[in-house]
């Protein structure tokens, strides 16, 4: 399973950005996907994450009614749209898979239960 992360860039505070991660291999629509970010000097956080059918999301606190994610299990792609972009939420975002047979059934937060990773895009946001 590999997974390619894409449409990172600049943005001014208040703006949007919406992100790309495309899946090849392995059977994508059986997957909770999930969205993470790192910014300089601090852990790895949970952003969103997303069931197999879509239909169940959650969302950390701090992008909670900015952040939507979403998913086209026909294209083998979720998406991350960001709206109302903080110059906090500068940091690079990686998509990330979890394949387990109980990923099926629940949805989990950190980063330790997901097995495969893209390898990251960075989202800069300016003041």
């Known amino acids: 399973v590999q997974l390619q992360a894409s449409g990172g860039g600049l943005v001014q505070a208040g703006g949007s950005l919406r992100v790309s991660c495309t899946v090849s291999?392995?059977?994508?629509?059986?997957?909770?996907m999930g969205w993470f970010r790192q910014a300089p000097g601090k852990e790895r956080e949970f952003v969103a994450i997303?069931?197999?059918?879509?239909?169940?999301?959650y969302y950390a606190d701090s992008v909670k009614g900015r952040f939507t994610i979403s998913r086209d299990n026909a294209m083998n792609v979720v998406y991350l749209q960001m709206n109302s972009l903080k110059p906090e939420d500068t940091a690079v975002y990686y998509c990330?898979?979890?394949?387990?047979?109980?990923?099926?059934?629940?949805?989990?937060?950190?980063?330790?239960?997901?097995?495969?990773w893209g390898q990251g895009t960075q989202v800069t946001v300016s003041s």
């Open positions: 291999g392995g059977t994508f629509s059986s997957y909770a």
């Open positions: 990330a898979g979890d394949t387990s047979p109980s990923g099926y059934y629940y949805l989990k937060r950190l980063a330790s239960d997901y097995d495969y």
């Open positions: 997303i069931n197999w059918s879509g239909m169940v999301t």
